[in-house]
C-alpha cells in the first residue's frame, strides 16, 4: 500500500526566506508524486509532478521538487516566500499500475510573515 | 465551462436527510475521483471510475455512501440517512487520457449536516 507523511502541518517563514516542506512516500513501485496548493475556500491546484524522466521538477510560481529515491522524499522548495504564497500545501503519491486513486498526505498550512 | 463543476458549493441538511452531490467533469476526462476533506484533515480517497471499468469504490465509509457516473461523464454521490460525521468538503476531480497523471479539482461541495 502507498502512503504519504507530510512533517509539519504548519510552516512559519518570513518573506523572502527559502519555503522547504518535506514529504516522504511509502511505495512498494516507483510511484509518480503531485504537489497540490489550496487557497482559502478554493479547490485543489497542481503546482508541480514527477512521473519520469529528470528528478528535479519545477512548477509553478517559482516551486520545484526533486525526487529522491533512495530517501523517499519528495520535498517541496522555494527560494523566496512571497505573502501570496500563504496556503496549504499537500503532497500526493499515485502508482503507475494498479490503483490509479491519489493518496493524499495531511497536508501543511504554510504562513509568511511579513 | 474550462473546469471540473461541482454543485451545490453548499448544502446544509438535516440529520437522517438523504444528499446528492453532482460533479461535472472536464470535457473528455476518462477518470473520475471523489474524495473528502474534513476540518484539519488531508483529503480521503472515497470512489474512483476509470471510463467503463468497475469503479474502485474501496475508500467509500460506509454503506450510506455511494456514487454513479452516468454516460461516462456526469458523476453523482449520494450520502443516505446523513451523520453529523458526514460534514466535510467533498471533492471531485477529473483527469484525462492517457495516463490520468494530472488530476483537476472542482471547488468542492461543503455539506454541513445539523
Redesign the interface.
Known amino acids: 500500500a502507498q502512503s504519504v507523511t507530510q512533517l509539519g502541518s504548519h510552516v512559519s517563514v518570513s518573506e523572502g526566506a527559502l519555503v522547504l516542506l518535506r514529504c516522504n512516500y511509502s511505495s512498494s513501485v516507483p510511484p ?1 508524486l ?1 504537489w ?1 496548493v489550496q487557497y482559502p475556500n ?5 503546482l508541480l ?1 514527477y ?1 519520469t524522466g529528470a528528478t528535479l521538477v519545477k512548477g509553478i510560481n517559482g516551486f520545484e521538487a526533486e525526487f529522491k529515491k533512495s530517501e523517499t522524499s519528495f520535498h517541496l522548495t522555494k527560494p523566496s516566500a512571497h505573502m501570496s504564497d500563504a496556503a496549504e500545501y ?1 503532497c ?1 503519491v ?1 502508482l503507475e499500475t494498479g ?9 501543511t498550512r504554510l504562513q509568511v510573515q511579513p | 465551462g474550462a473546469g ?1 463543476s461541482q454543485s451545490p458549493s453548499n448544502k446544509v441538511t438535516e440529520k437522517g436527510k438523504d444528499v446528492e452531490l453532482r460533479c461535472d467533469p472536464i470535457s473528455g476526462h476518462t ?1 473520475l ?1 471523489w ?1 473528502r476533506q474534513s476540518l484539519g ?3 480521503e ?1 472515497l470512489i ?1 471510475f ?1 471510463g467503463n471499468s468497475a469503479p ?1 469504490k ?2 467509500l465509509p460506509s454503506d450510506r455512501f455511494s456514487a454513479e457516473r452516468t454516460g461516462g461523464s456526469v458523476s453523482t454521490l449520494t450520502i443516505q440517512r446523513t451523520q453529523q460525521e458526514d460534514s466535510a468538503v467533498y ?1 471531485c ?1 477529473s483527469s484525462p487520457p492517457p ?10 461541495t461543503r455539506l454541513t449536516v445539523v
Open positions: 509518480y503531485f497540490y478554493q479547490g485543489l491546484q497542481l509532478k512521473t499537500f500526493a499515485r490503483r490509479r486513486a491519489l493518496t493524499f498526505g495531511s497536508g | 471540473v477518470a475521483y474524495y484533515q488531508g483529503l480517497f474512483y476509470q474502485d474501496s475508500g471533492l476531480a495516463g490520468n497523471t494530472e488530476a483537476f479539482f472542482g471547488q468542492g
